[in-house]
């Protein structure tokens, strides 16, 4: 059974940085795509960040240049580098994974079917 489970969530001051993980078990991590998405109360889930199950990475606009996905093989790890924190950024962050990677939908939500429950990131100004 695939299981998710993301950490390093916080608050932080504008401009600041947060570091989040996702620890994966249950499943062969090398055949997985694996991404962040956000979620602000009543709005949709926004994906920023992917990476697939060649090492291919895609970003969302809001946060190119800012923020940088990572794999750990060896721990089965996901993370998420978050630099240069805007408020426009607080939002509920989650994990997500699965078997079938197109690239054009790596940052839908629909193509996910796993999902970790979530790690809560608030920038103040």
């Known amino acids: 059974q695939v299981h998710l489970v993301e950490s390093g969530g916080g608050s932080v001051q504008s401009g600041g940085s947060l570091r989040l993980s996702c620890a994966a078990s249950?499943?062969?991590?090398?055949?997985?795509?694996m991404a962040w998405f956000r979620q602000v109360s009543g709005i949709k889930r926004e994906g920023v960040a992917a990476i697939d199950n060649y090492g291919g990475i895609r970003y969302s606009d809001s946060v190119k240049g800012r923020f940088t996905i990572s794999q750990d093989n060896a721990k089965n790890t996901l993370s998420l580098e978050m630099n240069s924190l805007k408020p426009e950024d607080t939002a509920m962050y989650y994990c997500?994974?699965?078997?079938?990677?197109?690239?054009?939908?790596?940052?839908?939500?629909?193509?996910?079917?796993?999902w970790g429950q979530g790690t809560q990131v608030t920038v103040s100004s």
């Open positions: 249950g499943y062969t991590w090398s055949r997985f795509c």
């Open positions: 997500a994974a699965d078997e079938t990677c197109p690239a054009y939908l790596l940052l839908r939500e629909g193509n996910y079917n796993y």
